[in-house]
């Protein structure tokens, strides 16, 4: 069965840093594109990031790019999310996913992240 | 950028009912790339449709998808209790990024 655990969420103040954690188990960590997709409590899905199985190529949403960073370590099965110069239009529920072709086949739970001060 | 339009916002319908969820887009669009979610409250999205039209795995047969171009609806038969949710349309770009409507709730 596929798990992705996320960890590292919790509040940081606008300008702020968090750096977010998931690790995957159940499946082969190294065949796939990891991503992480981000909600507002009670709105819609926003992609944010997705890296390469290698970890040599990374893509960003228009709303995070040049602020966050997206990382992998595949020998601990790990993907990261470093968020920097963080803002309240921030806030949202994280989500780790694997990602197939085209689309999202598996999702943690997700991890909560509050800006404000 | 595409934008992809969900509607209804809110469906309104009883168990054993069929839905029919639609999503536009603001250009026509390979349906290789259209995807369609299933989501509860406190829980992360569920894969029901890729490819516009393929059942994921474990996803019952009451659900379809179908559509090409601009136009892509999500159709379930026969509505169980546990089908009342938000369902969501994802697009891929070849930017890439990827997209998503506003969602359409079934009550």
């Known amino acids: 069965e596929v798990q992705l655990v996320e960890s590292g969420g919790g509040l940081v103040q606008p300008g702020g840093s968090l750096r977010l954690s998931c690790v995957g188990s159940?499946?082969?960590?190294?065949?796939?594109?990891m991503c992480w997709v981000r909600q507002v409590p009670g709105k819609g899905l926003e992609w944010v990031a997705h890296?390469?199985?290698?970890?040599?190529?990374?893509y960003y949403g228009d709303s995070v790019k040049g602020r966050f960073a997206i990382s992998r370590d595949n020998a601990k099965n790990s993907v990261y999310l470093q968020m920097n110069d963080m803002r309240v239009e921030d806030t949202a529920v994280y989500y780790c996913?694997?990602?197939?072709?085209?689309?999202?086949?598996?999702w943690g739970q997700g991890t909560l992240v509050t800006v404000s001060s | 950028e595409i934008v992809l339009t969900q509607s209804p916002g809110t469906l309104y319908l009883s168990v054993g009912e069929g839905a029919t969820l639609s999503c536009r887009a603001s250009?026509?669009?390979?349906?290789?790339?259209l995807a369609w979610y299933q989501q509860k409250p406190g829980q992360p999205p569920r894969l029901l449709i890729y490819?516009?039209?393929n059942r994921a795995t474990g996803i019952p047969d009451r659900f379809s998808g179908g559509g090409s171009g601009t136009d892509f609806t999500l159709t379930i038969n026969r509505l169980e209790p546990e089908d009342f949710a938000t369902y969501y349309c994802?697009?891929?770009?070849?930017?890439?990024?990827?997209?998503f409507g506003q969602g359409t709730k079934v009550e």
């Open positions: 996913a694997v990602k197939g072709q085209y689309y999202f086949n598996h």
């Open positions: 159940g499946f082969t960590f190294t065949s796939f594109y």
């Open positions: 890296i390469k199985q290698d970890g040599r190529e990374q």
């Open positions: 250009e026509s669009v390979s349906s290789s790339y």
């Open positions: 490819g516009a039209s």
């Open positions: 994802q697009l891929y770009e070849r930017s890439p990024r990827y997209s």
